[in-house]
């Protein structure tokens, strides 16, 4: 049986792993879809063109692999790496910038939830339900 403080971790590893796939998609089907706009988008950052819609499926497929919590921990390191490039090619030349703020904050989201796992509600606790952690290294048995 959950306790109330365990309801609140899991409710709280959905909510992060629901944000973090919004947000993926909303930026990632586009890039997929309109394959010369992001073609065009990311050689004007400098950027080979064809990276565009690769990062797009990759934002798309890794998102969704994240929604339902199947290979959660290798699906938001990819997608941190994703980040870390975005931020150093493309957020950090422009200055502190709205962008910047966001990217750092899918940063850590990625990280927490690669850490922490994607919580009881996921694909990856059906498979495979005593592996999953169950809070932080010190207190998981």
């Known amino acids: 049986m959950?306790?109330?403080?365990?309801?609140?971790?899991?409710?709280?590893?959905l909510f992060l792993r629901l944000t973090v796939v919004f947000v993926f998609l909303w930026h990632g089907i586009p890039k997929a879809i309109f394959i010369g706009a992001a073609v065009q988008k990311?050689?004007?950052m400098g950027f080979p063109?064809?990276?565009?819609?690769?990062?797009?499926?990759?934002?798309v497929i890794a998102g969704s692999?994240?929604?339902?919590?199947?290979?959660?921990?290798?699906?938001?390191?990819?997608?941190?790496?994703?980040?870390?490039?975005?931020?150093?090619?493309?957020q950090l030349p422009k200055g502190v910038t709205a962008g910047l703020e966001r990217d750092i904050l899918l940063l850590a989201a990625n990280l927490i939830s690669a850490f922490f796992g994607p919580g009881?509600?996921?694909?990856?606790?059906?498979?495979?339900?005593?592996?999953?952690?169950?809070?932080?290294?010190?207190?998981?048995v």
């Open 42 to 44: 990311f050689t004007g």
């Open 65 to 90: 692999l994240i929604l339902i919590g199947f290979q959660n921990k290798w699906a938001n390191l990819l997608l941190a790496a994703v980040i870390i490039v975005a931020i150093a090619g493309v």
């Open 49 to 59: 063109g064809f990276l565009g819609p690769v990062i797009g499926w990759v934002e």
């Open 120 to 140: 009881l509600l996921s694909l990856d606790n059906y498979l495979a339900p005593n592996t999953l952690p169950v809070g932080p290294p010190e207190q998981q």
């Open 2 to 13: 959950l306790t109330s403080s365990k309801k609140s971790r899991e409710a709280m590893l």
